[in-house]
């Protein structure tokens, strides 16, 4: 739960899961009809729901308090970990495979991959593995 910035504003849930299935197992349980049952009593209108994937998950709603954030430098190094590894390995084993390619299109491909892994498989493990160190 993330509490307003200023007094009167709204609070904030955050919920994580691990894949899709989980998330849909949550959204129809009825564990989750109970929580929304008691948010109801003390809630003020209609709660507002956003499912965030991929990239914007990376970035922090403009309401959650800076205090909350890991440090700049510290997601920086979380960042670098993610990314040095993912060029690497496809500039490697991939990059050669697509020299038939112009250049450009060449760049726009290994770039779209680079952005998709990071998103969907490597900052998703990382944050994860080095919640620890961020928090």
Known sequence: MIPPEAPGGEYQINQRFESEADFEHWNNSLQRLGWLEK?????????EYRLLNGLEVWFP??????????????????SWLGI?????????F????????PPLLR???FTALVAVAMSYL???????WLRWWLR
């Open 39 to 47: 948010l109801d009593a003390v809630a003020e209108g209609e709660p």
């Open 61 to 78: 709603p403009p309401t959650a308090p800076a205090a909350k954030l890991p440090a700049r430098w510290r997601m920086t190094v979380v």
């Open 84 to 92: 040095f590894p993912t060029v690497a390995l496809l500039t490697t």
């Open 94 to 101: 991939l990059l050669p495979q697509l020299q038939f390619l």
């Open 107 to 109: 760049m726009a491909v």
């Open 122 to 128: 490597i900052m998703p493990r990382l944050t994860r």
